[in-house]
């Protein structure tokens, strides 16, 4: 492999995560770094699938807090939380430099998953 190769990149092991997408309504918390809204995180009222969405507007801030969020919610599925309890476990926690921070009371519901994706495109 010389440096004009393209890397050929292999996963020999990830936890599974949530489904990535859903037809039941959700819950959604903004999620934040230095008070300004990132992205948000959801998941599903009646199915097994939650995931974060970055803000279209967030630029990099938005795109690597999704990374982070990557890793706490195959964390949480490993650990057994249904993904309404993976939403509400840090809430209220310490901001994280990369995940950021949700606060408290900030929960809420839409009828669907398109519904937050066009909140997050602004």
Same mark, same amino acid.
């Given at each position: 492999?010389?440096?004009?190769d393209?890397?050929?990149?292999?996963?020999?092991?990830?936890?599974?995560?949530?489904?990535?997408?859903?037809?039941?309504?959700i819950?959604?918390?903004?999620?934040?770094?230095?008070?300004?809204?990132?992205?948000? +995180?959801? #998941?599903?009222?009646?199915?097994?699938?939650?995931?974060?969405?970055? !803000?279209?507007?967030?630029? $990099? @801030?938005?795109?690597?807090?999704?990374?982070?969020w990557?890793?706490?919610?195959?964390?949480?599925?490993?650990?057994?939380?249904?993904? +309404?309890? #993976?939403?509400?476990?840090?809430?209220?926690?310490?901001?994280?430099? !990369?995940?950021?921070?949700? $606060? @408290?009371?900030?929960?809420?519901?839409?009828?669907?998953?398109?519904?937050?994706?066009?909140l997050?495109?602004?």
């Open positions: 492999m010389s440096l004009t393209e890397p050929k990149f292999r996963t020999t092991f990830a936890p599974e995560s949530y489904a990535r997408t859903t037809e039941s309504a819950r959604y918390v903004p999620v934040s770094i230095d008070s300004t809204i990132v992205g948000y +995180l959801w #998941a599903a009222v009646s199915d097994d699938a939650a995931k974060y969405v970055a !803000r279209e507007d967030a630029g $990099d @801030l938005g795109a690597n807090a999704g990374v982070a990557v890793q706490r919610l195959r964390q949480a599925r490993a650990n057994g939380l249904a993904p +309404l309890q #993976a939403l509400r476990h840090w809430v209220g926690q310490e901001e994280d430099p !990369r995940a950021g921070r949700i $606060d @408290l009371d900030t929960e809420q519901e839409l009828p669907n998953l398109k519904a937050l994706e066009d997050a495109a602004g």
